[in-house]
């Protein structure tokens, strides 16, 4: 896995060079949500889309 510094690097790396701090911290944002998400679903599990369904369904 890579360092926060490496990841945060690769993104500065794919973002247009007009890009505004508020993109930057959005992105960073985003990119923190979807690791927690990934550390959740490994200690946690995850559902597929069944029962992801079946749970909104009610």
Sequence with gaps: MASDKE???ALLA???EDSSYEDIQYH???LE???RGEERAATEGSLDS???RE???G
Excluded: G, N, S
């Design 28 to 30: 960073l944002y985003v």
């Design 50 to 52: 069944t029962q992801a």
């Design 33 to 35: 949500k979807i690791r």
């Design 7 to 9: 990841e945060t690097a």
């Design 14 to 16: 794919r973002l247009p």
């Design 55 to 57: 749970r909104l369904d």
